[in-house]
Every structure is written in structure tokens, then in C-alpha cells.
């Protein structure tokens, strides 16, 4: 059986260069999260515990269609930015 999810990168802004510290997976089904972020970015890292956290508090499950989305258009740019989302099928 294939696997379809949705993946999208996280960037931070570090000096005048966007860094890439996280990877977001959606399942395909918007039944799971999962947010890997890099340790060397604890705040980072902290935030999207909180994320999930919530989501979980909430039952919030399946996730909205347009979650990874609302998530690209509400990082400042000055703080970093979200990647492309791209559809895997593996």
C-alpha cells in the first residue's frame, strides 16, 4: 500500500539567509501531524510541541484542508519561512 502525505519545510531567517530547521508531514487523510524540528532550535522546537499539543487538546482531527496553508501565510518573514507543499506518494 502507498503512503500519500504532505510534506513542507521550515526555514528560519539567520542573518540575511533562510535556513532550513524543520520538516511538517500531514497525512493524506488529515488524521496526523508530525513536526520534526532541528534541536539546535529550542524555541522553534517548543512552538510546535505547543501545535500539537493543541491539536490534540482539541480533537482536532481530521485537520482543516487548508492547515499547512494557514501555517505558510502566518510566519513573518522576518521570523523564517514555510516551503512549497508537496504531495509524496511513497
Given amino acids: ?4 502525505e504532505y510534506k513542507m519545510k521550515q526555514y528560519k531567517l ?3 539567509k533562510y535556513v532550513e530547521i ?3 508531514t500531514m ?4 488524521m496526523g501531524l508530525e513536526i520534526e524540528i532541528d534541536d539546535k532550535y529550542e524555541e522553534e522546537k ?5 501545535i500539537i499539543n493543541r491539536l ?4 482536532s482531527s481530521p485537520l482543516p484542508k ?3 496553508e494557514h501555517w505558510q501565510d ?4 522576518y521570523d523564517g519561512m514555510m516551503g512549497k507543499i508537496d504531495l509524496i506518494q511513497g
Avoid: C, Q, T, Y
Avoid at 1 to 4: D, F
Avoid at 27 to 30: C, L, V, Y
Avoid at 46 to 50: F, L, P, Q
Avoid at 74 to 77: A, E, F, R
Fill in 1 to 4: 500500500m502507498k503512503i500519500k
Fill in 14 to 16: 539567520i542573518g540575511e
Fill in 22 to 24: 524543520g520538516l511538517w
Fill in 27 to 30: 497525512s493524506f487523510d488529515r
Fill in 46 to 50: 517548543d512552538e510546535a510541541n505547543w
Fill in 56 to 59: 490534540v487538546e482539541a480533537d
Fill in 66 to 68: 487548508d492547515f499547512l
Fill in 74 to 77: 502566518s510566519l513573518s518573514p
